[in-house]
């Protein structure tokens, strides 16, 4: 495990990361899809959308999406793949209450399931799902070896998985750029949509801490993955991340 990634966490209270994570995302829940938007500047759909046109050759039946949120990946996977079946899973309850209201109001209810579950411990049999996907979450993993190992148990033989995560540009122009605007900027805007005072703080922390582009692929090829690849998007600013179970 990466001990940076492991150690950055949202609070400084002494509990484990899973806690703070999901407490975290507990107090943001009314404020996360705005921010989203807000601090991508809307280019966070863009972002899912290619990663989805990634996947639309493969033609998987069964998803399971990590980290889903507020759904806004598994309901564009629904809407883009046409699924039989999309399983979400997320720590906090509240991110979870919003999905289902956009499940419903989307009229999904019958193809996307969500549910409270820690993605160190997936309540799935082996070889469960043709496809694993994970949209700006990996970071926020206690243990992201493990996780990937979980998710891989969860993989059928050729399955694939897809991470999508935010990363740091290294051009001389936009790495300047990006760390004054998500260390300034983005806190401050946070602090006053959501009012934690952490939460989007430990943002840019933990996008600098989470491991990188071959670093990451490395990290995928540890658990057991092959044809580990990444294609970088927006000068850097969010890497996808895509490797295969083998059979």
């Not at 943001?28 to 938007?37: E, G, K, L």
């Not at 289902?100 to 160190?120: M, N, P, Q, Y």
Request: glycine share 6%; charged share 25%; hydrophobic share 40%.
């Amino acid at each position: 495990m990466d001990p940076g990634c492991q150690n950055v966490r949202p609070y400084d209270d002494g509990r484990d990361k899973t806690a703070q994570v999901r407490d975290m995302f507990d107090n943001i829940a009314p404020a996360y899809d705005f921010m989203n938007r807000a601090m991508t500047m809307g280019i966070d759909k863009l972002w899912r959308r290619k990663a989805i046109a990634m996947l639309e050759p493969l033609h998987p039946r069964r998803i399971l999406d990590v980290a889903t949120g507020t759904a806004d990946l598994a309901l564009e996977l629904d809407r883009r793949l046409k699924p039989e079946a999309i399983t979400g899973i997320d720590l906090s309850e509240e991110m979870l209450a919003i999905g289902r209201r956009k499940v419903e109001s989307a009229g999904a209810t019958g193809r996307i399931t969500l549910e409270c579950a820690d993605c160190l411990r997936l309540p799935m049999p082996d070889g469960t799902f043709d496809c694993v996907t994970v949209a700006y979450g990996v970071r926020n993993f206690a243990d992201l070896l493990a996780g990937y190992r979980e998710m891989a148990r969860v993989l059928k033989p050729g399955g694939t998985l897809c991470v999508i995560e935010l990363s740091t540009p290294t051009g001389a122009v936009t790495a300047p750029l990006y760390r004054f605007y998500t260390r300034y900027i983005i806190p401050a805007v946070g602090r006053l949509v959501s009012h934690d005072t952490r939460a989007y703080s430990y943002l840019p922390e933990s996008i600098a801490a989470v491991p990188q582009r071959e670093r990451m692929t490395a990290l995928m090829e540890r658990a057991g993955f092959a044809d580990c690849s990444f294609r970088t998007l927006t000068f850097g600013v969010c890497t996808i991340y895509t490797a295969r179970k083998p059979f």
